[in-house]
T-cell receptor, first 109, second 115 residues
Framework: GQNIDQPTEMTATEGAIVQINCTYQ??????LFWYQQHAGEAPTFLSY??LDGLEEKGRFSSFLSRSKGYSYLLLKELQMKDSASYLC??????????WGAGTKLIIKP | SQTIHQWPATLVQPVGSPLSLECTVE??????LYWYRQAAGRGLQLLFY??????ISSEVPQNLSASRPQDRQFILSSKKLLLSDSGFYLC??????????????FGSGTQLSVL
């Protein structure tokens, strides 16, 4: 079956750096997405990776290794507003989007 | 710019009652439209998607149905709600030229409680 694994919850300190990992086993691969979701709100798009390597966008970066079935989202200079759930999703060979359960990130002052 | 509107934000309904959730998109033509359900601690579950007026694809057998009466309107319905229909429902759209399930833009969600 198809599977996306990411930690359920992580805690980090304001101003620090945190890395949220995502591993996947899917039928083929056509890209990986990261979304941010604040409690009770809609997910919002953060990044899309289809080639190996690091994509940097401000304080957020996303890394992909297709051979390892692995991605991470790196958040730098953490702010309290970064407290949210981070969802990893993979587009498989049939262009079906497979979602992870999300990682709840708690930022402490 | 494009916007997506979803309502209501919260809904409490008795078991056996009907349901109608509405979603509209502005500022784009012929969007791909989606209905998702999100249960606590689980990944988003795709319920329905539509690539055009009257074209509905169902991903999972269920108590719900969807309709697309207009290009930018997507409706999620049920004739008789079950307790298991409780959850957070999200409407989303994507640019059709990007392909199905590419970058999604979500509505604000509806928290449905069936009692």
């Amino acid at each position: 079956g198809q599977n996306i694994d990411q930690p359920t919850e992580m805690t980090a300190t304001e101003g620090a750096i945190v890395q949220i990992n995502c591993t996947y086993q899917t039928s083929g691969f056509n890209g990986l997405f990261w979304y941010q979701q604040h409690a009770g709100e809609a997910p919002t798009f953060l990044s899309y990776n289809v080639l190996d390597g690091l994509e940097e966008k401000g304080r957020f970066s996303s890394f992909l290794s297709r051979s390892k079935g692995y991605s991470y989202l790196l958040l730098k200079e953490l702010q309290m507003k970064d407290s949210a759930s981070y969802l990893c999703a993979v587009l498989d060979s049939n262009y079906q989007l497979i979602w992870g359960a999300g990682t709840k990130l708690i930022i402490k002052p | 710019s494009q916007t997506i509107h979803q309502w209501p934000a919260t809904l409490v309904q008795p078991v056996g009652s009907p349901l109608s959730l509405e979603c509209t998109v502005e500022g784009t033509s012929n969007p791909n439209l989606y209905w998702y359900r999100q249960a606590a601690g689980r990944g988003l579950q795709l319920l329905f998607y539509s690539v055009g007026i009257g074209q509905i694809s169902s991903e999972v057998p269920q108590n719900l149905s969807a309709s697309r009466p207009q290009d930018r309107q997507f409706i999620l319905s049920s004739k008789k709600l079950l307790l298991s229909d409780s959850g957070f429902y999200l409407c989303a759209w994507s640019v059709p030229s990007d392909g199905l399930n590419e970058k999604l833009f979500f509505g604000s969600g509806t928290q449905l409680s069936v009692l």
